[in-house]
């Protein structure tokens, strides 16, 4: 298992999350999900005209969620955008209507790796990382993060302080 680069616990918030929403079950969403991010240029090229908007999180992200979770339907959402301020406007009018979350102020642990790629293992490395604050109780129920920059992959994880 690589180290992490940098790991970090900080405040993060309120923002709306803004980009395209896409639902599958648990256990056999990638490829529904890597679809969603392979065409997703359309999501980000929408959101850079909302530069007014921008926050300090600028980069592509996809935020996963259990909005829809239940025992029977397993559904987890896959959301790919950005983390815009609270304010900003839902695009309606575009090649598919964006979807949103708003996300109240909380705290975030934030890990960060050295390769540009997703990492399979990110999540179990950040909340290995996380449990070694027990000050803090992660809240992966509420969302998780994944985020892409060209020279790193971050892993967000919702955490409540104790």
Do not use: Q
């Amino acid at each position: 298992m690589e180290a992490l680069k940098k790991f970090e616990i900080v405040k993060f918030g309120p923002y709306r999350f803004i980009g395209k929403s896409v639902y599958a079950r648990a256990g056999v969403s990638g490829t529904i999900f890597g679809g969603l991010w392979d065409n997703a240029n359309w999501v980000f090229e929408e959101l850079d005209k909302l530069s007014a908007y921008a926050t300090d999180e600028v980069y592509n992200a996809a935020l996963v969620n259990w909005e829809k979770y239940d025992i029977k339907t397993e559904l987890i959402g896959y959301t790919v955008g950005r983390f815009m301020k609270t304010d900003t406007p839902v695009p309606v009018n575009v090649p598919e209507k964006m979807d949103y979350f708003d996300i109240p102020k909380t705290f975030i642990a934030k890990g960060w790796f050295n390769n540009g790629g997703r990492r399979a293992d990110a999540e179990a490395i950040v909340l290995d990382a996380l449990s070694l604050y027990p000050e803090y109780a992660n809240a992966v129920y509420h969302f998780m993060v994944e985020v892409y920059n060209k020279d790193a992959y971050g892993y967000y994880i919702n955490c409540d302080k104790k």
